[in-house]
Nanobody, 125 residues
Framework: QVQLVESGGGSVQTGGSLRLSCAPSGLSVSDFSMAWFRQSPGKEREAVAA???????AYTDSVKGRFTISQDNARDTVYLQMNSLKAEDTAMYYC????????????????????WGQGTQVTVS
């Protein structure tokens, strides 16, 4: 079975930092496009950041300069470093993966991702 397990969420003060981790089983991050999505109550699930197998990264405008997506192929883990957190960042954060290599700008559709984790909650107050 393919599983994506997120960790690192929690409750932090405004301006604080968290690092989320996505540890897959059944796939290697180096062979997949990986992404982070988030969803808060009453809102659509939105793409936050993505990293392609060639290390090309993309971010939604609201997190540019504050969040960094990266992957450690040796540890087979994807990270989302979240700095300068705001209340608006409060959401359930999900890790997603797909075997395809999406072209630039074509990474934000949740239906394009085959595998999903169960999410980790981030609360900023």
């Amino acid at each position: 079975q393919v599983q994506l397990v997120e960790s690192g969420g929690g409750s932090v003060q405004t301006g604080g930092s968290l690092r989320l981790s996505c540890a897959p089983s059944g796939l290697s991050v180096s062979d997949f496009s990986m992404a982070w999505f988030r969803q808060s109550p009453g809102k659509e699930r939105e793409a936050v950041a993505a990293i392609r197998r060639d290390d090309l990264t993309a971010y939604t405008d609201s997190v540019k300069g504050r969040f960094t997506i990266s992957q450690d192929n040796a540890r087979d883990t994807v990270y989302l470093q979240m700095n300068s957190l705001k209340a608006e960042d409060t959401a359930m954060y999900y890790c997603a993966a797909d075997r395809r290599s999406f072209r630039s700008g074509g990474w934000t559709n949740r239906d394009d991702y085959t595998y999903w984790g169960q999410g980790t909650q981030v609360t900023v107050s």
